[in-house]
Nanobody
C-alpha cells in the first residue's frame, strides 16, 4: 500500500504565497509522474501542475508564471510553490503519484492524497 500525505495548506491574503508538500510512503519501487489537482466548491477537479521523474513539467494556463512544481526523487516528495495567489485559487488541493511496487515494477497505479485546503481571502 502507498500513502500520500499533503501539508502546507491554509489561509492567505491575495498576493501572498503558500508552499504545499506531498510525501509518498509505503511499498514503492519507483514513481513516475507526480501532480497537483484542485477542486473548488461546485466545480470539477482540475489539473494544476504535473512533473515527471525526469523533471518535465506541465501547468494549467491559469497558474503559469505563478506556481512552480518540483520534486525530490530521493525522498519521494513533490512540492507546489504558489505565489501571487488569487481568490480564484481557493480550493482543496490534491496530490497524486503514479507508483510501481517492488512486486509489480512495470505496473503503475495512481494514488491520491487526502487533500489540503487553500483559502485566498482578505
Amino acid at each position: 500500500q502507498v500513502h500520500l500525505v499533503e501539508s502546507g495548506g491554509g489561509l492567505v491574503q491575495p498576493g501572498g504565497s503558500l508552499r504545499l508538500s506531498c510525501a509518498a510512503s509505503g511499498s514503492i519501487f519507483s514513481i513516475n509522474a507526480m501532480g497537483w489537482y484542485r477542486q473548488a466548491p461546485g466545480k470539477e477537479r482540475e489539473l494544476v501542475a504535473t512533473i515527471t521523474s525526469g523533471g518535465s513539467t506541465n501547468y494549467a494556463d491559469s497558474v503559469k508564471g505563478r506556481f512552480t512544481i518540483f520534486r525530490d526523487n530521493a525522498r519521494n516528495t513533490a512540492v507546489l510553490q504558489m505565489n501571487s495567489l488569487k481568490p480564484e485559487d481557493t480550493a482543496v488541493y490534491y496530490c497524486n503519484a503514479d507508483v510501481s511496487s517492488p512486486a509489480y515494477r512495470r505496473t503503475y497505479v495512481r494514488y491520491w492524497g487526502q487533500g489540503t485546503q487553500v483559502t485566498v481571502s482578505s
